[in-house]
């Protein structure tokens, strides 16, 4: 029985609190909301916290994200050839060509492969058209 009414404490306490953080309570303290706010430089600042279903969306889209900057690599080892250095390379115009059937996210998967040393190109941006010359070169 002790333990029911424990835990109901414990339940009881956070919700207290949670409304001491709510700006739309009347028991909203200002003070105490912002004595606990993050601050730039502190762990955890700028991310939800752990656990959280905000967490585990951004982690699932993290590993969607990785898979399609993977299967972009794959794409471009696939279908390019290599120079004489032995790396293998594709024309921005001709991995468009290809991949945007797959994917309308061409140039911001490269520039996340970029990002990532996956690939180098060129150049702060891809264009269309204008940039079809420009080499993409796969990172081993």
């Known amino acids: ?19 001491k953080l709510n700006p739309f309570s009347e028991e909203f303290d200002y003070d105490y909301a912002m004595a606990q706010r993050l601050h730039k430089g502190d762990d955890g600042y700028g991310r939800p916290k752990d656990g959280s279903k905000t967490a585990e969306r951004g982690d699932r889209a993290q590993k969607h994200i990785y898979r399609e900057m993977e299967e972009m690599v794959w794409i471009i080892r696939d279908m390019g050839f290599k120079d004489k250095q032995g790396r293998t390379i594709v024309t921005f115009g001709r991995l468009f060509d290809r991949y945007v059937k797959i994917s309308d996210k061409v140039v911001g998967i490269l520039l996340r492969c970029r990002k990532h040393k996956m690939v180098d190109f060129e150049g702060e941006m891809l264009w269309q058209g204008r940039d079809d010359d420009v080499i993409i070169t796969v990172r081993d």
């Open 1 to 19: 029985m002790s333990d029911i009414k424990n835990r109901w404490q414990q339940w009881s306490d956070q919700h207290i609190e949670g409304q």
